[in-house]
């Protein structure tokens, strides 16, 4: 059977913690009552001390719609969701972090969204973070100049997860993105189709276990790859 709905787990060292996280998001799917798949991407750099792939193993070998991704890592959050995303066979796709901060609960709100409203991708902004000054400042300062390069967006937190899109606006999506540009190369790709986005609130608990992996320099690299996209969205205009 086809799924309605298949998750996409970003897991990156998140080891024993996963645990809990999967089965917040089984809970929350089966009030969905319809049929669904978990993809957990638990990719690994060879240098690091990490349990992750073990635990997913684990959790996919007991419910066979549950998933499992793991390889030596090529790249960043981009390349993981990519690998993950072409193991999704949904009719919609849900991208979601797997460290808790994004609650798993949100996928019912963007699901019931996207398909009540006829929408082809939904995202949220977050009201309330609990994440740190430095997570704050990078996200404040990568979406102001992201509303600068690109006024027809109207997004207000390009990095929010959950994230949710149809199988056919998946299809017409061309990633390429290794690093954590993969969420504004998703929008940017979008506006230029014209498909219709919608976006809805959620809050951004405190990640209690471990330091964020998006660093200070984080943001230079964001400014980087969004004047390069800028660029590239003209010449593509011009043709």
Same mark, same amino acid.
């Given at each position: 059977? +086809?799924?309605?709905?298949?998750? !996409? +787990?970003?897991?990156?060292?998140?080891?024993?913690?996963?645990?809990?996280?999967?089965?917040?998001?089984?809970? @929350?799917?089966?009030?969905?009552?319809?049929?669904?798949?978990?993809?957990? !991407?638990?990719?690994?750099?060879?240098?690091?001390?990490?349990?992750?792939?073990?635990?997913?193993?684990?959790?996919?070998?007991?419910?066979? $719609?549950?998933?499992?991704?793991?390889?030596?890592?090529?790249?960043?959050?981009?390349?993981?969701?990519?690998?993950?995303?072409?193991?999704?066979?949904?009719?919609?796709?849900?991208? +979601?972090?797997?460290?808790?901060?994004?609650?798993?609960?949100?996928?019912?709100?963007?699901?019931?969204?996207?398909?009540?409203? $006829?929408?082809?991708? !939904?995202? @949220?902004?977050? &009201?309330?973070?609990?994440?740190?000054?430095?997570? %704050?400042?990078?996200?404040? @300062?990568?979406? #102001?100049?992201?509303?600068?390069?690109?006024?027809? &967006?109207?997004?207000?937190?390009?990095?929010?997860?959950?994230?949710?899109? @149809?199988?056919?606006?998946?299809?017409?999506?061309?990633?390429?993105?290794?690093?954590? #540009?993969?969420?504004?190369?998703?929008?940017?790709?979008?506006?230029?189709?014209?498909?219709? /986005?919608?976006? +809805?609130?959620?809050?951004?608990? %405190?990640?209690?276990?471990?330091?964020?992996? !998006?660093?200070?320099?984080?943001?230079?690299?964001?400014?980087?790859?969004?004047?390069?996209?800028? /660029?590239?969205?003209?010449?593509? %205009?011009?043709?």
């Amino acid at each position: 059977m +086809i799924p309605e709905i298949s998750v !996409v +787990i970003l897991c990156y060292q998140e080891g024993q913690r996963l645990n809990s996280f999967v089965n917040r998001t089984v809970n @929350t799917l089966n009030q969905l009552l319809v049929p669904w798949e978990i993809v957990l !991407v638990a990719n690994y750099w060879n240098n690091k001390d990490d349990e992750t792939p073990i635990v997913a193993k684990k959790i996919s070998s007991q419910a066979s $719609n549950i998933k499992i991704i793991s390889k030596l890592k090529e790249g960043g959050m981009g390349w993981d969701a990519r690998n993950g995303l072409r193991e999704a066979s949904g009719q919609f796709i849900c991208l +979601i972090d797997g460290d808790g901060q994004m609650p798993p609960e949100d996928i019912i709100s963007v699901y019931k969204k996207i398909q009540s409203e $006829n929408l082809d991708f !939904v995202m @949220t902004y977050r &009201i309330e973070r609990g994440d740190s000054l430095i997570r %704050k400042i990078n996200s404040y @300062t990568y979406n #102001f100049i992201f509303r600068i390069l690109f006024p027809n &967006i109207k997004a207000r937190d390009a990095n929010s997860k959950p994230k949710i899109f @149809t199988r056919e606006t998946y299809s017409r999506m061309h990633l390429s993105s290794n690093d954590w #540009f993969l969420d504004a190369e998703m929008l940017i790709q979008c506006a230029r189709m014209k498909l219709k /986005i919608e976006e +809805i609130p959620v809050t951004f608990d %405190k990640c209690a276990n471990r330091k964020s992996f !998006v660093k200070l320099d984080a943001i230079f690299e964001f400014i980087k790859n969004l004047l390069r996209a800028r /660029i590239n969205e003209f010449f593509i %205009k011009s043709d």
